[in-house]
DNA sequence: TATTTTTACGCAAACCTTCCCGATAACGAT
DNA sequence: ATCGTTATCGGGAAGGTTTGCGTAAAAATA
């Protein structure tokens, strides 16, 4: 009672015709009669004929379909990205595989190895945030399989990547935390090693340091799990908060590391923006309705989806190996609320 | 400058073999001599040898591959779902093939009928808000290929289905607000004819009849689109608001009416829960952090992706054709906040 | 009429793997 | 000496499609 697909070789076999010509047909060839040409396409259309999808890409090595890595689905910011590469893909015909590396490099490695050994066409690559060695996506690129990468890159790879110009991003939420009067501010990022939490660090920075304000190392903390592990962001809050010069405003890199952060607030009775500003890097999509209303900085995640799958498809359909590469940098979306509202009572 | 895998036929050639010799020796066959056997596993290892699984899928007429179709990626539920698919797909070997119906009909059987030709071994399907003929699926199904239905499901095709107890859900928040001191609940929800609208208004239905109250036609609200169109769902709160006895109270149906919901009221400046109580229907993160802090009835999104998969491969696994199915209800999570809070002062 | 061109189609290979058979040789059993 | 077993391996088909090449008949040209 399995599913029996009707084949290139019944019709031939229904109209005595052999399967070259039948295919030839079906394809509109001019070396086949008008009148075999009909005979075919309306058997082929009450038979509801489908070509084999499975029996193309053996033939023509290719799969039409594209594999996705990221570190979870679940995640506004990423399934929106998907949202993004599906709605291009769909259109041009690709398929889109995805998997999950959970921030494990081990994870990681075994997806993409899959994907590659499924014979996917080409690659969309969110780093995990444990990825330091990228062998495993350099092998494969070597041996000719395109890869794109978008918002976690690596520059260990030349090809096209997408970013969210998050330096501008880290840099404009700072500057305005201080023009609001905010001193001490702090930044609870995303791993060490990750481009993302680089390129924020970098826009941190140099806002402070180009507005008088000194850089403290204190400030900063890291959480190398990306805020899937709730607790890493709670400590990382909670120290912000033990020290002797607590900081009065708090830049918070990651949707996950947001609400963690947000949530640890709650806990802790902590009055936002009174005693703590916030501005937080997010994708959720009622940052008005919070309490207070967030402070956001928004990734064109839709958009980033979209042209990462755009590059990739472009390489995947290219007749020549391409030499020139770009790195996109999109714009994010920069809303003031009330978590950041501007400093008016005098505090210690 | 194209990838090519070494196949079977290389290291036959290589070691003078043939390719059904080395086939077995790959797969450890009995009849073949252990010499051989070592010479040829070595080799593999040593050139990397992986089985081209295309090959493999057009002769085992199978792609461990299983088709998921939603009506969005980017939504709490679905990407929560869709992440417990992932979970037990992974481990069980397959792979997750994601396609979006964005409420629409023909998009649905346009995805359908792309995955089906594709050769997946199996569907988890959620109805797009828009279906009411199913017989696509019912083709499919016929012809032997696996289907489960989840969270929007049908009763027109006999097979395994995961859903949420809806009823019981819509029941305990209706009697939530009753007891609460709310008289005349409104009720924002999705398309009529989908099964998550019938079983949470029967269960909204049953608890107001109950417990004395009236059931008022009025007072229920459908969003033809789920919500996907802002405007819908605005217009219906308005509507609301417009009535002679304005309801004190509104249960919103699914993740994108309570969001659509939410930010109305908020425009509108309607104090909640003083003027109007809120319960809704949201796999939000942080229903505590919002304003007020949301009463809502969580689906058990991950536990029920994960449910349908196991479900599915069970049935794609099977020698005997499966005669029994079961339509498994999950718990929903209800989790009382301040949104409606017990009525305190009177209103007219 | 003889020759070339065109038309319309079939054959078979290729993509990679598995597996049913058949082939061969060695060997013990009858 | 003949036969059946067992061990070890190769041949070839099958799965569905495309495509280069070959070829027959029909049509066009000389």
Redesign the pocket.
């Known amino acids: 009672m399995r599913f029996?697909?009707?084949?290139?070789?019944?019709?031939?076999k229904a109209l005595?015709?052999?399967?070259?010509?039948?295919?030839?047909?079906?394809?509109g060839?001019?070396?086949?009669?008008?009148?075999?040409?009909k005979q075919v396409l309306e058997y082929a259309e009450k038979v509801n004929?489908?070509?084999?999808p499975?029996?193309?890409s053996?033939?023509?090595?290719r799969s039409s379909s594209i594999g996705v890595v990221v570190c979870e689905i679940a995640n506004n910011f990423f399934s929106q990205a998907i949202n993004g590469i599906e709605s291009i893909a769909y259109n041009r015909g690709y398929h889109v595989i995805i998997s999950q590396s959970h921030e494990s490099y081990e994870r990681e490695v075994v997806n993409v190895q899959h994907l590659a050994s499924r014979s996917v066409d080409g690659l969309l690559v969110s780093l995990s945030s444990e990825t330091t060695d990228v062998s495993h996506f350099i092998n494969l690129h070597e041996k000719g399989l395109p890869i794109v990468f978008f918002d976690r890159v690596t520059n260990e790879i030349i090809t096209h990547k997408v970013i969210a110009d998050n330096y501008k991003a880290a840099y404009d939420a700072t500057v305005h935390l201080i023009h609001n009067g905010y001193k001490k501010i702090a930044h609870i990022t995303s791993a060490t090693f990750l481009s993302i939490t680089k390129e924020r660090l970098e826009g941190y920075k140099n806002a402070l340091l180009e507005n008088g304000l000194p850089f403290n190392e204190q400030y900063v903390k890291y959480c190398s799990h990306g805020g899937m592990v709730a607790q890493e962001v709670e400590e990382a809050v909670f120290d912000l908060l033990k020290l002797k010069h607590k900081p009065d405003a708090l830049i918070t890199a990651s949707d996950r590391v947001t609400v963690g952060a947000l949530i640890a607030l709650k806990k802790l009775q902590v009055k936002i923006p009174d005693s703590l500003a916030v501005v937080g890097f997010t994708n959720n999509n009622i940052p008005e309705l919070l309490d207070p209303s967030l402070t956001t900085i928004r990734m064109p995640a839709f958009e980033m989806g979209q042209v990462a799958t755009e590059l990739l498809i472009r390489i995947i359909e290219s007749k020549r190996p391409i030499t020139e590469f770009e790195t996109r940098a999109m714009q994010t979306e920069f809303i003031i609320r009330n978590s950041s509202a501007a400093l008016t009572v005098n505090k210690n």
Chains 1, 2 share one sequence.
Do not use: F, Q
Request: charged share 30%.
């Open positions: 029996e697909p009707v084949t290139i070789k019944d019709i031939g005595g015709l052999s399967t070259s010509t039948v295919s030839r047909a079906l394809r060839s001019h070396e086949i009669s008008s009148e075999t040409k004929y489908r070509p084999n499975i029996a193309l053996l033939k023509e090595r």
